[in-house]
Every structure is written in structure tokens, then in C-alpha cells.
């Protein structure tokens, strides 16, 4: 009988302790938004301007992961909210023109950036430490030279594609070229299309002026 009870207890001390793991996992899950191209723009305009620690995310290897694993430690830090310091996780990979206007390469990922009225602070320090992102939050990126964040543009966009290209690998480097092929053959063809009318438009001006006349 107390065997069975002493079981009982350890197993629901067992559950308890694992609850309480996913309690914590899931309430640093919700203070860490993630964003997008499309999302970007409307969240920052949202919450007023407020200031952004932002994590720039890329590939699988070991850096990237203590990147990540370090910047949720701070979503439970109470002082970064008493400041009004959103964490923002972005697929810095997947998201081309939003790592475009965060000056970023894929060379440069992971990366830790601060983001306050429109200017970029970029940190340099260990990503792999929660104290020293905090830090950097709060106070040290005031030691920085603050860069003007970029608006979106297409030619900042195609610029991305031309770094990309020179990072990319052969594999990779094929299938930008399919791309950049195909839009050259359907710029061509706008451009031909384009012709043809201003052409038929001239005659059809030409034909009338005789009939006047």
C-alpha cells in the first residue's frame, strides 16, 4: 500500500515538473514574435514604434541554434518588458527583402540587431550569452552608429539577389539563373507587347488623318 502510494506521488510529481516545462517553453514561445516580409511593416507601425531586439535567423549549424536557444531566454525577462522591447525572430533566409532592409547577408546569419525610430544598431558581441543581448538591449547599443533602416524598393530587391547569387551554392546558383532568365524572357515580351500597341495605335492615328484629308 505505501508502495503504491509513493508511486502514485512520484508519478504525478513526474507530470507536474513536465507541465510545468511546457508552461514555461510556451509562454517564451508567445513573448517572441516572429515576422515576416508581409508582417514587418504593420507590426512595427502597430505597436506605436516601440523599440525591437530583433534575431536574424539562418541555417541549421551550432551558431544559429545558441543564437536562438539564448535569445528565448529573454523572453521572460521582465526588465526588457518594463522597457517596452519587443523580441522579433525573423527567417532572415526565407524573407529576402526583409533582409534586405535590415542590411543583412546570408554570410552575415545569425545575426542580432536593434531596431529603435527607424535606426538599426547591429551587436557584435556572443550570441550564444543572454546577459550580453540584454545588455546590448537596454543600454549598449548606444556605443554603435545607428544605420537608417531601408524602405522597400525593387531595386533593393534584385540587389539582394545579385549577393545572394555570389553566396549561393551551384545547385542554388542554377536555379537563380532559371529565374533570372525567365524574368528577362517575360520582360522581353512586356516590352515587345508594349511596342506592337504604341505601333497599331500610330497607324490606326496615321490611317485617320488621310481619311480626314
Sequence with gaps: MALQTGMRLLI?????IILSFVSVALGRADNI???TDKTFDNVKDAFGHRPMLILAQGGGHRRSNDAT????ELSDDQILRENGI?????????????????????????????????????????????????????????????????????????NTIYLDFLYY????RLNLCALLLLSVVVGMIAMF?????????????????KKTL
Excluded at 504525478?12 to 507536474?16: F, G, K, T
Excluded at 546590448?136 to 537608417?148: D, Q, V
Excluded at 506592337?196 to 496615321?206: F, K, M
Design 12 to 16: 504525478l510529481s513526474l507530470i507536474i
Design 33 to 35: 514574435i516572429n515576422l
Design 69 to 72: 536557444e539564448s535569445f528565448g
Design 86 to 158: 519587443m523580441l522579433v525572430t525573423i527567417d532572415a533566409k526565407n524573407n529576402r527583402m526583409l533582409r534586405a532592409r535590415l542590411g543583412i547577408n546570408t554570410s552575415d546569419l545569425p545575426s542580432l540587431l536593434y531596431l529603435y525610430n527607424n535606426h538599426l544598431y547591429r551587436y557584435q558581441g556572443d550570441l550564444s550569452s543572454s546577459s550580453h543581448m540584454r545588455s546590448y538591449a537596454l543600454k549598449g547599443y548606444e556605443n554603435n552608429i545607428p544605420e537608417k533602416l531601408m524602405s522597400a524598393s525593387l531595386w533593393l530587391y534584385l
Design 169 to 172: 551554392n551551384n545547385a542554388d
Design 193 to 209: 507587347a508594349f511596342a506592337v500597341t504604341v505601333v497599331s495605335i500610330s497607324s490606326e492615328e496615321g490611317d485617320e488623318k
